[in-house]
């Protein structure tokens, strides 16, 4: 097994730091999957079985890396599996906004470890100082590969771009203080409506003219305790109940610069938030429904 | 008024909640507030332990739109902490618009807010009111003022940071004579003092005929510190009874004006 890697441009090494710390917010540990053309950080929930992972992240390793070399266990298996205490990478990581060059390792020390050199810049001289940290990581036994492998979820109902994640993510924190729960609601029409409802209040804040990119209705609601909107035809719409803190952790992704995010919905079952690059980065997040 | 919010109880709009919400948190050291329309304005009061009554009022010139019936008391009792989070629901550094509706006894206060800079986002709130508390009735008619000082905001709010955080109770010696107004902090073993006289740059006017000296837990007096920060001025206010009526100024940016009033209830010496 051998890995090794070099980054040296400024935009994709404040990217790969964002990346990190947002997923340390998310988890203590994080797998980090190594294949040819990509790299992969993964979330997953103890015990998920086959529930979707938390986070599913992939970045492809050419526009990232100036040099990208790795050999897995054999010719079958030709991946890295390493598992990564999250918050240990982010802090080692954090110092990459203002590096020159970065150079990531697997080595083999008291333990198996990810070796980062960094490379920063002296403000007093052009001499530069190297940093490296070694950060210890569990390698993955091929026998639980299978419990990261691709998410495979059910069609989404619909597919629909949200609005500026930072705004979102205000809302939600003010509803957050209020309820544990909020009901995401979302229409074929681009509306997107947040709602909390709570002995004390009921809040709904609605976005409209939002781009649908896709629609597999009509929604059979016949089964809910839905309340009918006026002038809204149900079949139309999709919602989701979600736990408010959970939601908002996702959405403090916003720090990480984003073409678009697109929230997809499988009927009360399932939220997908899809948060693409730049630097087509993919990092998808899995919420689940809370049925009663 | 076509869409047939006449009959309701109130209505009312304004441009910007921003400084009604921060005038709310100032108050907001209880889960909930009475709210009262009155045709002169709104005014939200809370209340600590029947020591010390806190309300925040918003004359109905701060809105574009401010309607409420004359024919029937319009009062309930809301939970502020939910009223301030949905007057905040676009955060702090967004300016919404801010619309109120109560129809009739026992509905929900209805908000509609819309931020100035985003088109394709509202919120809608419905928060549920119950029936009044009453409201304590600590001005005595027949207490007349003995001491009244108009200092300036912020100093004021610099001074009360000052003093020492673990002391419960604080002496206030107001007199004609210098220094005017002397502040005393007693704490477990130490005794601090702090002398403003008239003639500081934090009073801008003083009257007090004969020397009065009245004593307040200092956690109550700590209570307005909130409203300091976001006030101009602050006028105190010293009955002869002991009562201590604290009146603060919001100046806004459109030259209107808020108020929070404090009333706190002496310390009786034993």
Known sequence: ?292 | MDNGTSQYYLTASMDSGKSFCSLLKAIQFQENAVFCAMPEGLKLTVEEGKCVQASAYIPADNFTEYHVRDDVDVMFKISIAVLTECLNIFGASEESSLKMYYRSEGSPLLLVLQPQSIHNVMTDCEISTQTADSVLELKDEDASEVAKLVLKATAFGGLLADLERSCDIIELNLSPEHPNVSITTYGMQDRSCIDVPKSSDMVESFSCEKPITLKYQLPHIRLIMKALAISSKVVLRCSSNGLLLLQLKLEKEDQRQMFSEFYIVPLLDD
């Not at chain 1, 015990?47 to 992240?57: A, D, F, K, Q, R």
Request: net charge neutral; aromatic share 6%.
């Open chain 1, 1 to 292: 097994m051998k890995f090794r890697a070099v980054m040296v441009d400024t935009a994709p090494m404040r990217e790969f730091s964002n990346i990190v710390t947002t997923i340390s917010k998310l988890s203590k540990e994080c797998v980090l999957r190594l294949s040819d053309d990509k790299l992969y950080f993964i979330v997953s929930e103890d015990n998920s079985g086959p529930t979707p992972p938390v986070l599913w992240c992939e970045i492809p390793q050419d526009v990232f890396f100036s040099e990208y070399q790795m050999i897995g266990i054999d010719d079958e298996h030709k991946d890295i599996y390493l598992g990564v205490v999250s918050a240990n990478l982010a802090r080692s990581l954090a110092t990459l906004k203002s590096a020159k060059c970065l150079k990531i390792k697997l080595t083999k020390k008291q333990c198996p470890c990810l070796t980062l050199e960094i490379e920063m810049p002296s403000s007093t001289s052009t001499q530069t100082r190297q940093v490296t940290h070694d950060i210890p990581v569990v390698v993955v036994p091929r026998k639980l590969w299978s419990e990261f492998q691709e998410p495979r979820v059910p069609q989404p109902d619909i597919s629909i771009e949200l609005p500026a994640l930072k705004q979102l993510r205000t809302t939600i924190d003010r509803m957050k203080t209020m309820s544990s729960e909020v009901i995401i609601r979302a229409s074929a029409e681009g509306r997107l409506t947040l709602q909390i409802k709570t002995n004390m209040a009921k809040v709904s804040t609605r976005f409209k003219d939002l781009r649908v990119e896709a629609f597999e209705g009509p929604i059979d609601h016949s089964d809910s305790e839905t309340e009918s909107q006026a002038n809204e035809d149900m079949s139309r719409v999709c919602y989701c109940r979600v736990d408010a803190k959970k939601f908002s952790t996702f959405l403090s992704s916003e720090q990480i610069s984003h073409n678009k995010t697109i929230c997809s919905m499988v009927n009360k079952k399932l939220v997908i938030l899809c948060l693409q690059t730049e630097e087509n980065v993919m990092l998808q997040f899995f919420i689940p429904g809370i049925v009663y």
